[in-house]
T-cell receptor, first 115, second 109 residues
Framework: ETGVTQTPRHLVMGMTNKKSLKCEQH?????MYWYKQSAKKPLELMFV???????ENNSVPSRFSPECPNSSHLFLHLHTLQPEDSALYLC??????????????FGPGTRLTVL | GQNIDQPTEMTATEGAIVQINCTYQ??????LFWYQQHAGEAPTFLSY??LDGLEEKGRFSSFLSRSKGYSYLLLKELQMKDSASYLC??????????WGAGTKLIIKP
């Protein structure tokens, strides 16, 4: 148990569906992250929130829409996805200290399949 | 561009020692992290190196050479539960983590 939870753990959706992924951290951290993990590829950083403000958006398509209502919760809203978006979506949190020792702690991920 | 290289897969025997290498080329350096990820689970933090040398934590040790852009993770007295992927990541000058693709370690009895 790392203190970061994600729901759902598995999601299958059609290309026309709208769904949301949820992440919650119980570590008192100030920064939260969304990553995409595809097989045999490096983790791809999608979004970063620090003190509820979005500080990074790494050229992610608009069909992915993040929301961070408070420092403990992070959502990823999905709509009109493509089959190539099928992947493991990982949420992480950190102190947000902006230092080299700002270790990120991960949730178990949501395995997304787009049909 | 920024690049992290590590072997795709390695195999080792229970009870033995294995060394997983990681080389990096990044814009700036603010530390190197190793994570362990079992299949279907969250990556979990193993170690952080920012100064040259060896950091030991029980059966696991991590080494860093900043001048060579090189690190390794050393696992001793291998156990079956060590079968997992090991991810190397470097924090660049913008304090953003740059990730390698991970090394899948298979432990055989």
């Amino acid at each position: 148990e790392t203190g970061v939870t994600q729901t759902p753990r598995h999601l299958v959706m059609g290309m026309t569906n709208k769904k949301s992924l949820k992440c919650e951290q119980h570590l008192g951290h100030n920064a939260m992250y969304w990553y995409k993990q595809s097989a045999k590829k490096p983790l791809e950083l999608m979004f970063v929130y620090n003190f509820k403000e979005q500080t990074e958006n790494n050229s992610v398509p608009s069909r992915f829409s993040p929301e961070c209502p408070n420092s403990s919760h992070l959502f990823l809203h999905l709509h009109t996805l493509q089959p190539e978006d099928s992947a493991l979506y990982l949420c992480a949190s950190s102190q947000g200290s902006g230092s080299g020792t700002d270790t990120q702690y991960f949730g178990p991920g949501t395995r997304l399949t787009v049909l | 561009g920024q690049n992290i290289d590590q072997p795709t897969e390695m195999t080792a025997t229970e009870g033995a020692i294995v060394q997983i290498n990681c080389t990096y080329q990044t814009s700036g350096f603010n530390g190197l992290f190793w994570y362990q990820q079992h299949a279907g689970e969250a990556p979990t933090f193993l170690s952080y190196n920012v100064l040259d040398g060896l950091e030991e934590k029980g059966r696991f040790s991590s080494f860093l050479s900043r001048s060579k852009g090189y690190s390794y993770l050393l696992l001793k007295e291998l156990q079956m539960k060590d079968s997992a992927s090991y991810l190397c990541a470097v924090m660049d000058s913008n304090y953003q983590l740059i990730w390698g693709a991970g090394t899948k370690l298979i432990i055989k009895p």
